[in-house]
């Protein structure tokens, strides 16, 4: 086998802005909607007590892909970081591994990504703040790709304060951290918590604004109570994702949701169905997290390293 180019966190990051991550998420979107990319469902393999790993396959533009995938809520506490794993990427010609690439730096643009996508497409035309509740890895990469995408202002909200601060700093003069009903308060709102425990109730919902639920990645978790989804115009990534494993999941289950009350995101970005259904509407897009999106983020990935964007090293295996 020829030497195959090993991707890591740092070079990925370099290769793709989070500009190039939501226009290339936004294509995988149309592609998969139009059927040139597919996508067999993702597969949970549970590693009790400590967490779950996850494979998720896709083909599309000449390339297939398999990401694996961990999340280990425990990992802090051992120093490791809680999602790790790697994205095998070959060629759908021939089968040749062209790529191995870090997949918690993919999984984290990607996820950025597609909350400013689906604020683009889902939030009123005049929003301008965005709140974010939740600070880690993966809510400062939405936090960046909001900003990327025009929101200049917001809150950001974390239990751990330093988290918080660090983030307002980075992102620039018009972001503060601040409590959670202040989060709540902006245009947009995007909750990347672990889903262990609701973070928007019913009482929380406001006329006109949109939420990104981004934290719900697996049954049992939830970052919104039942009564708050119901209320609310949905919309999600994937169906089949979303109703039994993702923010839709619990309202679903208690029969207040069905198939015919949620709209993909796909179907509003092809132009096929409508977005927001009015000004005064509270819209919530759940994001479960959709292996087009990861090609989409590693194909920009190998385009950098054909281009002599990154330096990476090789492997012989």
Request: net charge negative; glycine share 10%.
């Amino acid at each position: 086998m020829p030497d195959v180019p090993i991707i890591g966190h740092d070079a990925v990051l370099a290769a793709v802005t989070p500009a190039d991550a939501i226009e290339r998420t936004r294509a995988a979107f149309l592609h998969h909607r139009r059927g040139a990319w597919v996508m067999p469902s993702k597969i949970y393999l549970e590693s009790p007590p400590f967490g779950d790993f996850r494979a998720m396959p896709a083909l599309g533009d000449g390339l297939a892909m398999l990401k694996w995938i961990s999340s280990f809520p425990g990992n802090p506490a051992r120093g490791l970081p809680t999602v790790m794993g790697v994205i095998a990427l070959s060629d759908a010609e021939t089968s040749e591994l062209l790529a191995l690439i870090d997949a918690r730096s993919v999984t984290a643009l990607r996820t950025g990504a597609v909350a400013a996508v689906a604020a683009q497409a889902l939030a009123r035309p005049q929003a301008t703040s965005a709140g974010l509740i939740g600070c880690g890895l993966h809510g400062a990469w939405a936090a960046r790709c909001l900003v990327a995408a025009g929101y200049a202002s917001g809150v950001c909200h974390d239990p751990r304060t330093p988290l918080a601060d660090a983030l307002a700093a980075e992102l620039g003069a018009g972001w503060r951290a601040g409590s959670r009903a202040e989060a709540l308060a902006c245009d947009v709102v995007t909750c990347v918590t672990p889903g262990s425990a609701p973070v928007v109730t019913d009482d929380d919902l406001r006329p006109g604004a949109h939420l990104n639920m981004l934290g719900a990645d697996g049954p049992g978790k939830a970052e919104a109570t039942v009564d708050a989804v119901a209320r609310c115009a949905l919309f999600c990534d994937e169906w089949a994702q979303a109703s039994h494993g993702g923010e839709l999941t619990g309202a679903v289950q208690a029969g207040r949701v069905t198939r015919a009350d949620v709209t993909d995101l796909g179907a509003v970005l092809a132009g096929e169905e409508p977005g927001r259904p009015g000004e005064k509407a509270t819209t919530l897009f759940d994001s479960t997290g959709l292996a087009i999106q990861d090609l989409a983020i590693a194909a920009a990935v190998l385009a950098a390293l054909r281009e002599g964007r990154i330096d990476v090293p090789a492997a012989q295996l």
